[in-house]
């Protein structure tokens, strides 16, 4: 088993009814997890309410939690899933496209990550260029980068976040940054204000 960090044992003292723990859990991981969301959809409104949707699964799952990985690696798991089955449900619905359709995946030849993305966006004042950038990606590079960026998952966590195979999942980042790098050098924007978590439903759920 991986060694336990700190956000597990809390989980685990959420689980036997200590609130504090989750609170604290909840404020780490409120806004990587809502900018994963809502860069993933693309929809303030549906990422809110899938932002409310994961808390609600962490709680009503804290009983049956075990430490398996990392606790950010258990929630964006569920996020995933989450994302998975929002999108599934809007399959169903008539004229709706579907996230694959409108972001189909391109193969390019694969190259060197010189820099990060958000250094060159730092430097350069173009966050909102990277915002546009992320959001114009194959939505399985994107989700990729995300859980890189966002979450700070390594190539193997994200593998089983998303369910693929190791190569599979350092190819997605790594083409990621590459089409990224690429898109942020032939832009100039200005920066955009960041991006805050909505109050989550659960934010003081009570252990039962």
Known sequence: MERVDDDAELMLR???GDVGAFERLYARHKGPLYRYLLRQVR????ASDLFQEVWSRIVAMRHRYEIRAKFATFLFQIAHHCT????????????????????SIEIEPESPEHEQP?????????????????AALPSEQREAFLLREEAGLDVEEI?????????TAKSRVRYAIRKLRLTLAERATAPVAAIEAPAPAHARARAT
Do not use: F, K, N, W
């Not at 929809?43 to 549906?46: K, Q, R």
């Not at 004042?125 to 990277?130: F, G, K, N, V, W």
């Not at 593998?159 to 190569?167: F, M, N």
């Open 14 to 16: 959420y689980a036997h």
């Open 159 to 167: 593998a089983r976040v998303t369910g693929v195979g190791i190569e």
């Open 43 to 46: 929809d303030p409104a549906v």
């Open 118 to 134: 958000d250094r060159i966006a730092e430097r350069g004042e173009q966050q909102s260029a990277l915002l546009a950038a992320i």
């Open 84 to 103: 998975i089955d929002h999108y599934r449900r809007r399959r169903s619905l008539p004229g709706e496209e579907s996230l694959d359709q409108r972001a």
